[in-house]
């Protein structure tokens, strides 16, 4: 159950950083788009100039958006792991204090030996194995844990045996 939970909370941050990743890419996209380069006149006669004068323009054209989604990129991204970084402390914080020990304490798992009661039956009493052994009746394997049927000592019943 804890283990679930934060594996969940690491996704939750994990969507979180993406979506501020993302916002931080659109934001900095619409900033270029209300910010474009004035592009170069290109008035030059010889080829060589002319490529060169489109080279610039192609370039103070596309820095803005280069600038816009590098930036909105890393400036979301970076927001974003603050962000999930003061959450985590937070929960920690909070998780320290006596109000929160008590659900923490709920979402413990069951303990085996809880359920390991036993029930007498006519020819043994069942009950869940605390030793590995071998069944007396199939010569099965008996791992801890396993529910069996203890006749006696060095008697023990499988499951399916009963
Ligand atoms: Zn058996």
């Not at 950083?17 to 900095?28: E, K, M, P």
């Not at 970076?78 to 204090?97: E, G, H, M």
Request: proline share 5%; with cysteine; aromatic share 4%.
């Amino acid at each position: 159950m804890a283990r679930r939970q934060r594996s969940l909370a690491s996704e939750a941050a994990d969507a979180f950083f993406r979506l501020g990743s993302g916002a931080g890419l659109v934001i900095g996209l619409f900033w270029a788009l209300d910010h474009p380069a004035t592009p170069n006149e290109c008035t030059g006669t010889s080829s060589d100039s002319l490529g060169k004068c489109m080279g610039d323009t192609l370039w103070t054209t596309t820095q803005p958006y280069l600038l816009g989604i590098g930036g909105g990129l890393l400036g979301g991204a970076l927001l974003a792991l603050a962000i999930i970084l003061a959450v985590r402390l937070l929960t920690r914080a909070l998780r320290r204090t006596p109000g929160a020990e008590v659900g923490a304490a709920d979402s413990r798992p069951i303990r085996p030996a809880v359920i390991s009661a036993s029930v007498a039956g006519p020819r043994g009493r069942s009950m869940i194995a605390r030793y590995p052994g071998t069944c007396s009746g199939c010569r099965s394997t008996i791992r801890t844990g396993d529910r069996i049927t203890h006749v006696g000592r060095q008697n023990n019943r499988c499951a399916a045996c009963g």
